[in-house]
Structure formats: C-alpha cells, structure tokens
Nanobody
C-alpha cells in the first residue's frame, strides 16, 4: 500500500540545521512531484517546499526561502528537506506528500527549535 515515512526531526537551537527525509512506497515515486508541509500547534498545515518529479523545479514558501532546500533521489524513493538557519517559528511537525493527488498522510517528524 501507499506509505510515506518521515524522519530526521529533532530539537535544535536557533541557527542550527536539520535534514529531513521522507521515504515513499506503494507508487511510482519518480512520476510525482513531492511537497513538504508543516503544521505548528494550533495552526493549519502549510506548504513549505515542493519539487518536480525529475527534481528540476523547486518552489518555497516565502518564510523559508534562502534557508531550506528540497531535493530528491528517485533511485531511493526519497525526498529531503535541508533546513538551515532554523528559527523558533520553524517549530512544527513536518510531513511530505505528493504535490497533486495526495495520499494518506504519514506520522510526520517533529522539529523543535528553541534555546
């Protein structure tokens, strides 16, 4: 069945870095654009970054431009989110999903940024 498994979240101090991973299974990964989302406590889930199926086109929310980088490895069915210069407002649960025709959400991975 279709499955998305996020990992890599942790507690980090402001200014720190983390690399999130999302391993996909149950569909032809290389055919789909992928997106990272995040949901902070009490807030709605928001789009963070997206990447095209071949990895040639990326888009970012204004709040993370210049700090986050999305990438993918189609041989490993994995999409990544490199997060640098982290801020407390980046604290959230991070999820991945297909950019269109989304599938069941994974459990996400918790990122906490605090001193």
């Amino acid at each position: 069945q279709v499955q998305l498994v996020e990992s890599g979240g942790d507690w980090v101090q402001p200014g720190g870095s983390l690399r999130l991973s999302c391993v996909a299974s149950g569909f032809t990964f290389r055919n789909y654009g992928m997106t990272w989302y995040r949901q902070a406590p009490g807030k709605e889930r928001m789009l963070v970054a997206s990447i095209s199926s071949a990895g040639l086109v990326t888009n970012y929310a204004d709040s993370v431009k210049g700090r986050f980088t999305i990438s993918r490895d189609n041989a490993k069915n994995t999409v990544y989110l490199q997060m640098n210069s982290l801020k407390p407002e980046d604290t959230a649960v991070y999820y991945c999903n297909r950019r269109v025709d989304s599938v069941s959400w994974g459990e996400g991975t918790q990122v906490t940024v605090s001193a």
